[in-house]
């Protein structure tokens, strides 16, 4: 027997029909799934953007507190001092202005001027003159400077909120 060729030719396009039916549906399935998966990403993405900015907002309400307290600026007297010696006699006359976080602070270390210009002085007569006179040795002497004036005052008290020592004078003869 003989297969009908009307009956293939009939079934051909039938079969065909299926196969374009089958590729329709995975073309939807798969420009669904990408839209499904941009969308999910746009919605992550939203999220991973908030979970960002959270630190900012955090970041802005620190710079809000900064600006009710904005940095205060307390000049402290000139001091002159005789250095260690290493090619005779020599001296430092150093002035500088201290930052500070705020009132608060700059009050402390007013009423506390005594015991900064002590510890201050302690240290400068300790230096010798090639130890200060480069820029590197200016920047540690500031380091220093600081370190001592954020020392607390009281035995169990806090530190001082200063941040930057910053030279107005400094002459070594």
Known sequence: MKADPKADAAAA????????????????????????????YFMHGSAAEETAEAPKKE????????????????????????????????????????????????ELIKTNMAKVRSRVLMLLSGKKASEISTVEGKQQLAG????????????????QDVSDVLFTSFIIQ
């Not at 039938?14 to 799934?33: C, D, E, N, R, W």
């Not at 020599?90 to 700059?106: H, K, N």
């Not at 220093?144 to 530190?159: N, Q, R, S, T």
Request: proline share 7%.
């Open 59 to 106: 970041k802005s309400s620190k710079k809000k507190k900064k600006e009710e307290h904005p940095a205060e600026y307390l000049a402290i007297e000139p001091f002159t001092v005789n250095l260690q010696p290493e090619n005779g006699d020599q001296y430092l006359q150093v002035a500088f202005t201290l930052q500070v976080d705020g009132p608060e602070q700059a």
């Open 144 to 159: 220093e400077i600081l370190a001592v004036v954020k020392a607390p005052f009281d035995a169990h008290g806090d530190e």
């Open 13 to 40: 396009p039938a079969g065909g029909g299926k196969s374009k039916l089958v590729i329709i549906i995975l073309a939807a399935v798969i420009v669904l799934g990408l839209g499904g998966g941009a969308a999910w």
